[in-house]
């Protein structure tokens, strides 16, 4: 083979070389081109659905949330003394409501010296419940106003005293239940 055929056979070589790199370089292209088309138009749609969106009319406020905003969070008496009493009353009574047995309620004293600790409003509580007894009872307690917060409780199983009841295991296990229920007071207006 002379020279010139070799450098012929190079050069067609090389042609083909550079014409399958082209092609690739111009496939990459379109691809990535038809990809881009299709974000774009992704794109579009995305910002016509928010300009739908922006243009609807907003929601009237619900009743519901009306009313929520309209609940007073704290204890509605004034005073320490009358505060207590009521919290104490609505424990007494939501554990008597579940069937419950009251041990014992006890009042904290209030904190002197700080403000903000005056206007807490603290009871003791030890009741005999069952199961579904001290669930209503902690449902009633954290989900209606006036707000109040379970700081502290303990339950126990108690031991059947009837010698029956330990037999039935249908009977409902019950409870000793004791927890420290606490309220907050309005601050006072000055």
Do not use: C
């Not at 704290?74 to 009358?82: C, G, K, P, T, Y």
């Not at 007494?92 to 700080?114: H, N, R, Y």
């Not at 059947?160 to 927890?179: C, E, G």
Request: charged letters at 20%.
């Amino acid at each position: 083979m002379s020279f010139t055929a070799q450098m012929t056979n190079r050069a067609w070589g090389a042609l083909a070389v550079l014409v399958a790199i082209i092609l690739l370089a111009a496939t990459g292209a379109f691809a990535g081109y038809t990809m881009l088309q299709a974000k774009w138009i992704e794109l579009d749609a995305r910002q016509t659905e928010f300009a739908n969106l922006t243009r609807r009319p907003r929601p009237a406020p619900t009743a519901v949330k009306e009313a929520a905003i309209s609940v007073n969070p704290f204890l509605s008496e004034e005073n320490f003394a009358l505060s207590a009493n009521a919290l104490q009353k609505r424990i007494v009574s939501l554990i008597e409501e579940t069937g419950g047995k009251l041990v014992t309620v006890g009042v904290d004293p209030p904190v002197a010296g700080d403000a903000e600790l005056a206007r807490r409003v603290s009871i003791q509580v030890a009741a005999e419940l069952t199961t579904d007894g001290l669930q209503k009872v902690l449902y009633e307690l954290e989900s209606e106003p006036p707000f109040l917060f379970i700081e502290t409780m303990s339950a126990t199983v108690s031991e059947a005293r009837d010698p029956s009841a330990k037999a039935d295991p249908q009977a409902a296990q019950r409870l000793n239940v004791t927890m420290n229920v606490i309220g907050y007071r309005r601050k006072a207006s000055r």
